[in-house]
């Protein structure tokens, strides 16, 4: 059971893969789970290891915090297949956590930079 | 902080659909690994490869179901509901366990619900009106001095003061006024009383009460002169009555032969103001003088028969309303002295006060005579429950013993010792849980019957005993009390054990800790001495009761009482003191009547005259009781003339005063010397008859307002300077000299053979009557049911703290007994050693009894120190004992004596008749 005794590192990733599912649905509109997870091989290059099952632990959370929304649909092979689509506080949410990444990327980069020398 | 919150709310939104998203999650899972199957296939691997590959990509399925299966939900949310589904099976499985342990709690639980069903319903409870906050009921601060005039009990106010209060106070937005009543409303035949108020025009507007169907009186309808009376019927009496018609709206209503229109009905659970009583028909104040006739109180400076509430305006305070209400005082009581006061009496009202107190639970004359009674029940029902906790405890303790393995083997494999008294506790809750609903359902049958109980005499106690949020969370906090105490500790105990030693069990030996064996001794102790506590109570009240019922009351109860009315005869008032003598009579002259005698009070009725007296030309200290009798009177109640005579023919109106008083009367204020011939007269106002009552004769002592007189605030005066206040002093005038009589009287009837009841003589006697005076209204009642109604609390305290007394006992005796089972059971190897050397049967009795005796013993001694302390509490209610009364102590260790005694004598036998090496081979 993760609650309560998750440490910072897992918190951590989770929070940034929440974010990229958030983004990919935000960038190609509604996707199943599948689409997102190749969509995500895709534009990481597949430098991104990690496992496809993780995103729908991540879509589960994201759904709690209402930022996406599900419903049924069919796919391109007209399987039925359940797409998420991002909300107005999901797109808020992705507004607010890109600005702060962008602020931590620029701290992190001078500092490094600064070290450097 | 709020995501937190909305999460957790998500979650629970998700927990409810819980299946469907596992489901959902399996298909779309399943359906993502075959499309990566495929995509694997295509790239040119077999199926067998792109399986595992797949698999391998996507990772643990199986893992991220459940950690999403996780997520949908709280923590503990499930581990609770699993726990009880877990406490739920183990209980089905002991089903004789469960319903014993379900029972005694519902009991002990419904017992004491019930009896702070009624603390809340007379003293907690909000009235049922609108913002019953801002109520404040207005008081009169006497500073010790009495009124004078005529009063009725509840009476605070005279109207002249209602009407100067309302002119001159500014505290409150609206003043309420009303008075009690009863009517006849019979149409014929026997008088029906019916409950009946008095009200201000602004009654029902103030308490923003509306009307069920028609309307409620307003001010329009109490304009003085009163043009066409109008009266509002109570929700309970129109159903009772005209089965809930709506056409009753319009019809007339007689009350005593007066007839008034029904305007409306008030809505369901709306009593009035006052708490213990209800009302049947409200009529505006200006219709008073309409029903009293010439004893109106309507502008009689000196009738207190109102009581008057306010509601404060929006920003004004208790307190506040305090300061005005006493500032306007002065001016208040300057301006309503009544012009027939002699000096001190008017120097002693216009110093008088008026207090604001809050009323938001309404007034009450229960609340305050019930008051103690009901909080020594509380804690009678409290010791019950927690003894029965006792017992439940022992038998968890147990039982947790039995599953001493399996506790041994989840602790072994890692639980950790919270989660265990977590899942143990969850048996225990749901004991409690059920055990507190089954009693909530037995509280209210429970309660009902105590008022039921508690209104079979004349006392007619009304009181709404519908569970509001306060029940609710008075059993909802007994199950969790209950719980921890029966449940916590055998939970704590049975995990404190080393799960290796556990687990090493011997199939049958028991290897309890010593804190299991020393937890079970404690508990018995215990539960000896709350017993002892409860026995010694119902020991003290029944030996109070038993002394009321001796009381000596001075005269023979026996009697019959007829309230006569001549209101709608044509006899006229001149003609009444004839007519009740003739009727009288007659009623003498019935077979099976032996005397019969007019009465204007009737004793332990509750009605009161009194009054002080002037003798030697100087205003007496005290007051003096009166009454006014017929000749027969002393006959009838068989009270013996010990000096004197009694009145006869003699006492014609126009001859001198005379007046029979009794033993106490001419002892405080007649020493030393012949009380025969003696003179006094009666502290009157000026202008008013002065006459000399010649004191003929001199009567045994008897009780006029109480059976406990002493408690009468007029002899806790005297108290201190006489040895034993026990009755009041009475003057009794002679009826025949009354002058101005009014049109009814009650006469009291003795039978011919002392235990013959004359209730099938009721018609004859009514007959009688109205042969001589056709029409005229007949009421029956008897001194006796006076007196059952003065101790119905005696009697209800005794019949239910001897219920508990026994019942206590009884829970005593099969927990002493559980535990001497298993104690004997425990030194089995040593009796069996004992035997084997040689001890005898007997000698192994006298082991077994001699250490329960040690339990017993210690519990005795614990319950009479807390006997004694408790006592004290409850002294007011004590009659002929005092709270250490030696002969209840000895009784109660008697009998917990004997109990222990006949509670362990089948353990101790069995144990005697063991075969040492039976119980050598374990």
Redesign the interface.
């Known amino acids: 059971m993760a609650k309560g005794r998750a440490s910072d590192r897992t918190d951590v990733l989770q929070g940034t893969l929440d974010l990229m599912v958030l983004k990919t649905l935000e960038t190609m509109g509604p996707l199943h789970g599948y689409g997102i997870a190749r969509r995500l091989e895709q534009v990481s290059d597949d430098l991104l290891k990690l496992n496809e099952g993780t995103v729908y632990a991540s879509l589960m959370r994201l759904l709690h915090r209402r930022w996406i929304s599900a419903s049924w649909g069919a796919s391109d092979n007209n399987r039925k297949a359940r797409f998420y689509a991002i909300t107005a506080s999901g797109r808020r949410q992705l507004t607010r956590e890109t600005e702060n990444w962008g602020r931590i990327a620029g701290v992190m980069a001078r500092l490094l930079r600064t070290a450097r020398s | 902080m709020w995501?937190r919150a909305s999460?957790i709310v998500?979650?629970l939104r998700?927990a409810l659909f819980r299946r469907r998203v596992d489901e959902?999650?399996r298909r779309?899972?399943d359906?993502?690994l075959e499309?990566?199957g495929d995509r694997y296939i295509r790239s040119g691997m077999t199926r067998e490869e792109a399986y595992i590959a797949a698999r391998r990509?996507?990772?643990?399925?199986l893992?991220?179901r459940e950690?999403?299966h996780?997520?949908?939900s709280l923590?503990w949310l499930d581990t609770t509901w699993q726990d009880l589904r877990y406490g739920a099976r183990l209980l089905r499985k002991s089903p004789t366990f469960c319903v014993v342990a379900i029972m005694t709690l519902a009991l002990g639980t419904g017992v004491n619900a019930a009896i702070f069903q009624l603390v809340n319903a007379i003293r907690l409870r909000s009235l049922p009106v609108e913002k019953p906050q801002q109520l404040v009921s207005l008081r009169i601060d006497q500073h010790g001095k009495g009124r004078v005039g005529r009063g009725q009990a509840g009476g605070v106010f005279t109207e002249p003061l209602w009407q100067e209060i309302r002119s001159q106070q500014t505290a409150f937005s609206s003043l309420i006024a009303w008075g009690n009543e009863q009517w006849d409303v019979s149409t014929d035949g026997e008088a029906v009383l019916g409950r009946g108020l008095y009200v201000s025009g602004t009654f029902f507007d103030a308490l923003g009460v509306r009307a069920q169907i028609g309307r409620v009186l307003t001010d329009a309808d109490d304009r003085k002169g009163c043009g066409e009376p109008a009266a509002v019927l109570s929700y309970g009496f129109w159903q009772a009555r005209y089965g809930g018609s709506p056409d009753v709206v319009g019809h007339a209503i007689v009350l005593d032969r007066r007839p008034f229109e029904v305007i409306g009905v008030t809505p369901p659970g709306f009593f009035g103001v006052e708490v213990g009583r209800a009302f049947d028909v409200a009529i505006p104040l200006c219709a008073e003088p309409l029903m009293r006739g010439q004893f109106s109180g309507i502008g009689n400076r000196a009738f207190w028969w109102l009581d008057v509430m306010g509601r404060l305006k929006p920003d004004w305070t208790i307190e506040r309303a305090n300061t005005h209400v006493a500032a306007i005082s002065p001016a208040v009581f300057e301006s309503t002295v009544p012009p027939s006061y002699k000096v001190e009496w008017a120097k002693n009202y216009t110093a008088f006060t008026l207090t604001a107190n809050a009323a938001h639970a309404g007034v009450s004359g229960v609340r305050t005579a019930y008051s103690t009674q009901l909080w020594v029940l509380l804690g009678a029902t409290g010791l019950v429950l927690l003894l029965t906790c006792a017992n439940l405890a022992n038998l968890m303790l147990a039982r947790s013993t039995a599953r001493a393995r399996e506790i041994a083997v989840r602790l072994a494999i890692g639980a950790s010792r919270g989660r265990v008294v977590r899942q143990m506790l969850s048996e225990s809750a749901l004991i409690a849980g059920v055990g507190a609903l089954v009693g909530l359902l037995l509280a209210t049958w429970i309660s009902q019957t105590l008022v039921r109980f508690l209104n079979a005499g004349t006392a007619r106690i009304f009181v709404d005993l519908s569970p509001d949020w306060r029940v609710f969370a008075f059993v909802a906090g007994s199950a969790c009390v209950t719980c921890v105490l029966f449940g916590l500790s055998p939970a704590l105990t049975a995990t404190r054990r080393d799960p290796a030693d556990a687990v090493h069990l011997g199939s049958r030996s028991s290897t309890d800790g010593h804190e299991a064996v020393a937890i079970r001794r404690g508990l018995i102790v215990v539960q000896v001495a709350l017993s002892m506590v409860l026995v010694i109570g119902a020991a003290l009240f029944v030996r109070t009761l038993r002394n009321l019922g001796a009381v000596d009351l001075g005269f023979d109860p026996n009697v019959v009482v007829a309230s006569v009315d001549l209101r709608r005869t044509t006899v006229r008032p001149e003609a009444r003191t004839q007519a009740f003598a003739e009727i009288v009579a007659r009623l003498g002259e019935l077979p099976g009547v032996r005397h019969a005698a007019e009465t204007l009070i009737v004793p332990l009725s509750g009605a009161d005259w009194n009054g002080r007296i002037v003798s030697g030309g100087v205003v007496r200290d005290g007051d003096v009781h009166f009454n006014q009798v017929g000749g027969d009177y002393f006959r009838v109640m068989e009270t013996p003339l010990v000096a004197g005579r009694t009145f006869d023919n003699r006492d014609r109106p126009d001859a001198p005063a005379v007046v029979v008083v009794n033993e106490t009367l001419a002892r405080r204020y007649f020493p030393h010397v012949d009380p025969i011939g003696q003179t006094f007269q009666m502290d009157l106002p000026p202008g008013a008859a002065q006459p000399t009552y010649h004191i003929v004769g001199v009567v045994r002592d008897a009780k006029y307002l109480r059976v406990r007189e002493e408690r009468t605030a007029a002899i806790a005066r005297f108290s201190s300077t006489e040895s034993s206040a026990m009755f009041l002093p009475i003057a009794y005038l002679a009826i025949s000299q009354g002058t101005m009589r009014p049109p009814d009287v009650r006469i009291v009837v003795r039978a011919d053979a002392p235990q013959r009841s004359l209730t099938g003589a009721q018609g004859a006697i009514t007959r009688a009557i109205n042969d001589v005076a056709p029409g005229a209204a007949v009421s029956y009642s008897a001194v006796t049911s006076y007196i059952d109604a003065l101790l119905v609390t005696e009697r209800l305290i005794a019949w239910l703290s001897g219920f508990f007394g026994v019942l206590a006992m009884l829970i005593a005796a099969i927990g002493l007994y559980g535990v001497m089972s298993y104690l004997v059971t425990r030194r089995r190897i040593e009796i069996g050693v004992r035997m084997a050397l040689g001890a005898g049967p007997g000698m192994v009795i006298r082991m077994v009894l001699a250490e329960s005796a040690a339990l017993v013993g210690a519990g005795i001694i614990a319950g009479v120190v807390l006997a004694l302390v408790a006592a004290r509490y409850a002294v007011s209610l004590l009659y002929g004992v005092t709270p250490a009364d030696a002969i209840s102590f000895a009784f109660a260790v008697a009998a917990l004596g004997f109990v222990g005694l006949v509670a362990s004598w089948i353990p101790a036998r069995r144990a005697s008749r063991l075969a040492p090496t039976v119980a050598l081979r374990e």
């Open positions: 995501t999460l998500s979650r998700f959902d999650m779309e899972i359906a993502h499309l990566l990509q996507f990772g643990n399925a893992s991220v950690e999403i996780d997520m949908n923590p």
